[in-house]
């Protein structure tokens, strides 16, 4: 099993920067692919990014690429999604996720989530 628990969420004005962590603990050693996803209200749970926990590629969807990076401190368990340039659009509460399937990072499907962090992006 693996326990994943978010921090960094909070109100922050558009045009600001937020960065969101993603602490991983018990069996981390069996995963291969984390993710960042969103839940906005009303809508459904969208994918945000996602890395590979080994070579550290990453893959983002195209609403935030350009503005939104994910990485990864292996050593520490812990995966960031640094949010640049934020939108009244991104508000959403936000999930990370973990999978052990060696799968590519296009993948959507993850074993493991956490409970969330809600971002509220002002106008």
């Known amino acids: 099993q693996v326990q994943l628990v978010e921090s960094g969420g909070g109100l922050v004005q558009a045009g600001g920067s937020l960065r969101l962590s993603c602490a991983a603990t018990g069996r981390t050693v069996s995963i291969a692919r984390m993710g960042w996803f969103r839940q906005a209200p009303g809508k459904e749970r969208e994918f945000v990014s996602a890395?590979?926990?080994?070579?550290?590629?990453?893959y983002s969807a195209d609403s935030v690429k350009g503005r939104f990076t994910m990485s990864r401190d292996n050593a520490k368990n812990l995966v960031f999604l640094q949010m640049n340039n934020v939108k009244p659009e991104d508000t959403a509460v936000y999930y990370c996720a973990a999978d052990r399937r060696p799968l590519s990072i296009t993948r959507l499907e993850y074993d493991y989530w956490g409970q969330g962090t809600q971002v509220t992006v002002s106008s």
């Open positions: 890395i590979n926990w080994n070579t550290g590629w990453t």
